[in-house]
C-alpha cells in the first residue's frame, strides 16, 4: 500500500513570497499522484496530478509540482503567493497501484498555508 | 451540471441514533467513496464503490455501512451513532480509465456531523 508523509502542518508565507509545501511519498510501484486543496468550509478541488506523462507538472492557479523519483518526493510550488491561496492542502497517492486505481486514495496529513500581507 | 451532492449539510445525534447521509453525483462516474476528515488527520477512506454493484471497507469502516442504490447514488449508513464518529464526512465520485490511465476524484461540499 502506498503513504504520503506531508512535511509541516502550518507554513507561512509573505504575500508575493515563493510557496513550497513539501510531500513525499511510499510506492514500491510508479504511483499516481495528486494535490487538492480545500477552503474553509468546502470541499476539495484538484489543483494538479502526475500521471507519468511528464514530471513537471502544471495546474491550477499558478501551482506546479516536480516528481522526483529518486527523492520520492512531489513537492508544490508557486512562485508568488497570494491572499487567496490561504487554504488547506493534501497530497494523495492512489491507494493500491491498479490498472483503475479505483480503490481510492490516501491523503497526508495536510498543510494550512497561511499569507501574510 | 451539479457534480457532488451531498445531504444534509449539518447533523447532530444523540449517541445510538442511527442516520443515513446521501450522496449523489451526475457526472456518469463508475466510482464513487466515502472519506472522513477530521483534525490533523487528512481525509481517510471509509467505504469505495469500484462500480454499481459492489462495494469494499476502506481504511476506517468500522461502524459504518454503504449502499451503492444505483450508478448515480451511494448512502453511508450509521447504525449506532458514537461521539467518535463525530467528523466531516465527504463523498467523492471519479471516472475510472483501465489500462494505467490517472484519474482524480470530484469531491461534494461535505455533511458536518455532530454525536453528542
Known amino acids: 500500500a502506498q503513504s504520503v508523509t506531508q512535511l509541516g502542518s502550518h507554513v507561512s508565507v509573505s504575500e508575493g513570497a515563493l510557496v513550497l509545501l513539501r510531500c513525499n511519498y511510499s510506492s514500491s510501484v510508479p504511483p499516481y499522484l495528486f494535490w487538492y486543496v480545500q477552503y474553509p468550509n468546502q470541499g476539495l478541488q484538484l489543483l494538479l496530478k502526475?500521471?507519468?506523462?511528464?514530471?513537471l507538472v502544471k495546474g491550477i492557479n499558478g501551482f506546479e509540482a516536480e516528481f522526483k523519483k529518486s527523492e520520492t518526493s512531489f513537492h508544490l510550488t508557486k512562485p508568488s503567493a497570494h491572499m487567496s491561496d490561504a487554504a488547506e492542502y493534501f497530497c494523495a497517492v492512489t491507494r493500491h497501484y491498479s490498472g483503475g486505481g479505483a480503490d481510492g486514495l490516501t491523503f497526508g496529513k495536510g498543510t494550512h498555508l497561511i499569507i501574510q500581507p | 451540471n451539479a457534480g457532488v451532492t451531498q445531504t444534509p449539510k449539518f447533523q447532530v445525534l444523540k449517541t445510538g441514533q442511527s442516520m443515513t447521509l446521501q450522496c449523489a453525483q451526475d457526472m456518469n462516474h463508475n466510482s464513487m467513496y466515502w472519506y472522513r476528515q477530521d483534525p490533523g488527520m487528512g481525509l481517510r477512506l471509509i467505504y469505495y464503490s469500484a462500480s454499481e454493484g459492489t462495494t469494499d471497507k476502506g481504511e476506517v469502516p468500522n461502524g459504518y455501512n454503504v449502499s451503492r442504490l444505483n450508478k448515480r447514488e451511494f448512502s453511508l449508513r450509521l447504525e449506532s451513532a458514537a461521539p467518535s464518529q463525530t467528523s466531516v464526512y465527504f463523498c467523492?465520485?471519479?471516472?475510472?480509465?483501465?489500462?494505467?490511465?490517472?484519474?482524480?476524484?470530484?469531491f461534494g461540499p461535505g455533511t458536518r456531523l455532530t454525536v453528542t
Open positions: 467523492a465520485s471519479s471516472a475510472v480509465r483501465w489500462g494505467g490511465e490517472s484519474y482524480e476524484q470530484y
Open positions: 502526475y500521471t507519468s506523462a511528464a514530471t
